[in-house]
């Protein structure tokens, strides 16, 4: 059985989600990154793009995001960025869509 963590992914202006996980795949600008329990301290900016979380539950969701940073340390995952948009359907091209939506709406796209 695999082990969780306490992830949290938020934008500016929201909680994006938080609950538990056991595996957390993200891009960082130098690369890919995938986070599982007991995972070394790491702190890092994301690129943007995907962000890929299998919760505990044995769920699975995807977000897009515009950047940001991730810090990992004692089993909590925590995801920072500006935007970000989340598709339960774990379709990624759903979440992307979404986002450039909310960048529209905002002016910024």
Do not use: Y
Not at 59 to 77: E, K, L, P, Q, Y
Not at 93 to 108: F, V
Request: proline share 2%; hydrophobic share 45%; charged share 20%.
């Amino acid at each position: 059985m695999a082990k969780n963590m306490q992830v949290s992914l938020v934008a500016a202006d929201r909680e994006v989600w938080s609950g538990e996980a056991t595996v957390v795949n993200a891009s960082t600008v130098e690369g890919e990154i995938g986070v599982m329990a007991d995972h070394t301290p790491v702190l890092s900016v994301l690129a943007p793009g995907q962000v890929d979380v299998r919760t505990a539950q044995d769920g699975h969701w995807v977000a897009a995001i515009d950047g940001g940073f991730i810090s990992v340390a004692n089993n909590h995952v925590r995801l920072l960025c500006e935007n970000a948009e989340l598709s339960h359907e774990s379709n990624f091209e759903e979440a992307k869509r979404l986002l450039d939506a909310r960048l529209a709406a905002q002016g910024e796209g």
